[in-house]
């Protein structure tokens, strides 16, 4: 019989998964009641919300606690791998679906509103992008890429640096180098997030560019904001593993959770990287 | 291979909890694929109970039981349930009983999301259950939720979107696991070109289910917040345009078609040489013919939406690039008629299944075929023509294909053979009320009768009739199959290990029933 390292790892009967079911039908009936006018309903969404939360720091803790007690070996280390590239390709189509909503209201539909055959129904609609729409007469002003779009691009590609700084520091064993350069990551992660809110409010008060501001306003808002959740989980997580790393977690033969948090912070660059060319600059 | 008669009955993974918390918290492959084949069970019968609706109110021409309103919230729910509900489910239940004791894996890669894939399912369909007793009823949009029917319906649409949402996660992580399990977990020995066809079509539908998911979550976020936060995706008046809608929707819609066929050629794959007692014709041939029906899958999306307008050289891009399809799937035909070409053939329940899967879903396969040809369609677009054409391919093909794989693997599961003579009627019953209900179909949407009307012209009267009888005795044919299956977990007679002497495979190296675990130490395939 092999023994217990050599053996894929299953784990025990858990009841983490209920609690996450629990929470999502929680968030997505209160959700659903608050935003048709059940006010009440915003106290389901957070409750769900709350156990969501429970649930995620609880699993990934009992995740954290089978690691560092050694029950992860290598084929087991491989699946995380696996897994973890195909989570990455999914989000990768989610916002393929956005950006492909983008070059279709850029390259078709807005082009075709300005077009000879609308010129009855709208005969004052200027088609070039940035456009919101022909029944939308509130002007706006599109957002300068070359302003803090530009400084967060900056950001953002150092904070890749640093958290491959930190990996290095990881596998030479170098603790200080590691946290150093995770709180770096943090840092440039939170830093980004803050001018990413100033641009927003900007937007609004200076801009007159809202979430409701047509064909430009919707997918910029859109972009731009799911991308800021997904810097916010990254920071999250980057925090959490920096947690760990204090707490003396992570060997340098052996530091999945740490790699795959790297992963989904490269990942989060690349998207920037597409929003920043599409988005803001041309 | 005796590995497994040596672990038989001793779990080494810690306790396992009983009565209702065993199935709540349960981290093994096999109690969570009965979870989701009980689960896609009990919504197909929700499911069918909605088709008979649409039926009985089409039974006569004229208003009988269902305001319209009503009538199509119950197609979209029909469609809406039977293909998140009961089908995707019940292949995604086949992965995680067959997947692991195929290839020699002790369970799935990740057990523990495993089951919180599963258990997303009730809450997201109580979401889609629930919807009909909220204000404004379920959503009536179709279950293709085209803009701006569906930015316009009340919070039945919402609850829809959530569900969506939820169930699409879960078929994130399950496909996830899946490819991880399928890469990482073989047995020593089992290369790729070794394994199972159920295996490599499961491997290549949760590529496919991986790529589009997120993007039917990509659009009906845009949904969402069209109809509650002011964005303008699929409103002109603001730059948007709903057919942007049908275009993000079809290109993940495309590929979920085959996400609920390719399991289903899978399943036949393994009945066919079984019941011919040779191996399969072509085995590399079938394999890169499902690759070739995936990849083709994201490039022939717009033959749904002919009839919006778009240019013609579109048009007939999408046109050449569906019949294309044609080809790989000409190819699996042929590879299973020639395996059983001169093959010492019996006709077994799951091999009478497989046998009328490849005999109908062929028929549904040409009339797609002709939906393809852009004139055509043009003429055909939302008539009965189309319903005809994918309830060929859908019941005839995923339904009977997992009717098939149920009863091939039943003994396996249970310890004991199923009772064959409900069996033959099960099928039989199914095979003459399926084309008695659909096949009349066709020629009332040759015709002119369009689909989603709770009323029709008294011209197509006597089709709907017939249809209307054939799908009352198409669902009472249903129950013997749960009858069979009742009768087969209680009892009767014990199957050996290799259930039928023609089976190839490693899940007929393990005893009858199947041992809560199986392959706890990798067998080695020569």
């Not at chain 1, 180098?177 to 990413?196: C, E, M, P, R, S």
């Not at chain 2, 009955?9 to 694929?33: E, F, Y």
């Not at chain 2, 998911?213 to 948007?240: C, E, Q, S, Y």
């Not at chain 2, 319903?387 to 093909?397: E, N």
Request: net charge neutral.
């Amino acid at each position: 019989m092999l023994s217990q390292s050599v053996r894929y790892f299953i784990p025990e009967p858990s009841h983490w998964p209920i609690f996450g079911s629990a929470a999502l039908l929680s968030m997505a009936s209160g959700a659903a009641s608050w935003l048709n006018g059940w006010a009440p309903g915003k106290y389901v969404l957070f409750a769900g919300l709350a156990i969501l939360i429970y649930m995620l720091v609880g699993w990934f803790h009992a995740v954290a606690r089978e690691s560092e007690g050694g029950r992860y070996n290598k084929q087991v280390d491989v699946s995380f791998r696996w897994g973890m590239s195909w989570f990455i390709f999914s989000e990768v189509m989610f916002f393929a679906a956005f950006f492909g909503a983008l070059f279709y209201m850029r390259v078709l539909s807005v082009p075709w509103l300005g077009d000879l055959e609308q010129k009855l129904l709208w005969p004052d609609f200027n088609p070039t992008w940035p456009a919101s729409g022909p029944g939308l007469k509130d002007p706006f002003t599109p957002m300068a890429a070359w302003g803090i779009p530009a400084l967060n691009t900056l950001l953002l590609l150092s904070s890749g640096v640093t958290v491959t700084w930190a990996h290095w520091g990881l596998l030479k064993n170098n603790r200080g180098q590691l946290i150093g350069g995770l709180v770096l990551t943090i840092a440039l992660g939170l830093a980004f997030l803050g001018f990413q809110i100033y641009e927003y409010g900007y937007a609004y008060q200076n801009l007159n560019l809202k979430l409701t501001t047509g064909a430009y306003g919707a997918t910029f808002f859109l972009l731009t904001g799911f991308h800021g959740l997904h810097v916010t989980i990254g920071t999250i997580m980057l925090m959490t593993i920096l947690g760990r790393c204090l707490a003396g977690h992570f060997r340098p033969d052996h530091h999945f959770g740490f790699e795959g948090v790297a992963w989904y912070w490269h990942f989060v660059d690349v998207v920037w990287l597409g929003l920043f060319i599409f988005v803001y600059w041309l | 291979m005796d590995a497994a008669h040596v672990h038989n009955g001793h779990g080494a993974h810690g306790h396992r909890n009983t009565g209702l918390m065993r199935w709540v918290t349960t981290t093994n492959h096999k109690d969570i694929g009965t979870l989701y084949l009980v689960f896609s069970l009990t919504m197909f019968f929700i499911g069918g109970l909605l088709a008979l609706g649409i039926r009985a109110e089409l039974f006569q021409p004229g208003l009988q039981f269902w305001q319209p309103e009503f009538f199509n919230q119950l197609t979209t729910m029909h469609g809406l349930i039977m293909v998140f509900g009961a089908i995707m489910p019940a292949f995604v239940g086949f992965a995680n009983w067959q997947i692991p004791m195929m290839i020699g894996a002790p369970d799935m890669a990740f057990a523990r999301m495993n089951n919180w894939s599963f258990w997303l399912l009730p809450p997201a369909a109580l979401l889609l259950v629930a919807s009909f007793f909220v204000p404004g009823g379920a959503t009536a949009a179709g279950w293709t939720l085209y803009a701006p029917l569906s930015t316009q319906m009340g919070p039945g649409m919402d609850l829809a979107i959530f569900a969506l949402h939820i169930m699409g996660a879960s078929s994130i992580m399950g496909s996830i696991n899946i490819i991880t399990t399928i890469l990482n977990m073989r047995a020593p020995g089992m290369t790729l070109m070794k394994m199972p066809l159920f295996v490599w079509t499961w491997l290549i539908t949760a590529y496919l289910l991986i790529a589009v998911m997120p993007v039917l979550a990509g659009a009906i976020t845009m949904l969402l917040t069209d109809r509650h936060f002011g964005t303008n995706f699929f409103n002109a008046a603001g730059g948007g345009d709903p057919v942007l809608f049908q275009h993000i929707f079809w290109f993940f819609g495309h590929p979920e078609v085959y996400i609920m066929i390719l399991p289903g050629f899978g399943i036949v794959s393994q009945i066919v040489p079984t019941f011919s007692r040779k191996p399969l014709f072509g085995y590399s041939s079938m394999v890169y013919a499902t690759a070739s029906i995936a990849i083709l899958s994201f490039i022939v999306w717009a033959h749904h939406m002919f009839t919006v307008g778009m240019p013609a050289a579109t048009q007939l891009f999408f046109m050449y690039a569906t019949m294309l399809i044609a080809v790989p799937t000409g190819v699996k035909v042929f590879n299973w008629i020639a395996t059983m070409w001169k093959g010492s053939l019996t006709f077994e329940t799951p091999m009478l299944f497989a046998c009328g899967f490849i005999f109908v879903f062929s028929i549904g396969g040409f009339t797609g075929l002709v939906l393809a040809i852009t004139p055509v369609d043009i003429q055909l677009q939302d008539t009965y023509y189309v319903v005809a054409h994918f309830h060929y391919v859908l019941v005839a093909g995923s339904l009977f294909a997992l009717f098939a794989g149920a009863y091939y693997w039943l003994p396996k599961w249970t310890g004991h053979l199923y009772d064959e003579r409900l069996g033959k009627w099960h099928f039989w019953l199914s095979m003459i009320f399926f084309n008695v209900t659909f096949f009349p179909m066709h020629f009332a949407g040759l015709a002119g009768m369009p689909r989603r009307v709770p009323d029709y012209a008294l011209q197509f009267a006597d089709f709907n009739m017939i249809s209307s009888i054939g799908a009352f005795g198409f669902g009472l044919a249903q129950l013997i199959f749960v009858y069979a299956i009742v009768k087969c977990v209680r009892g009767g007679e014990k199957a050996k290990d290799k259930t039928w002497e023609g089976a190839e495979g490693l899940e007929w190296q393990v005893p009858s029933p199947a041992p809560y675990h199986t392959w706890e130490t990798p067998p080695v395939i020569r």
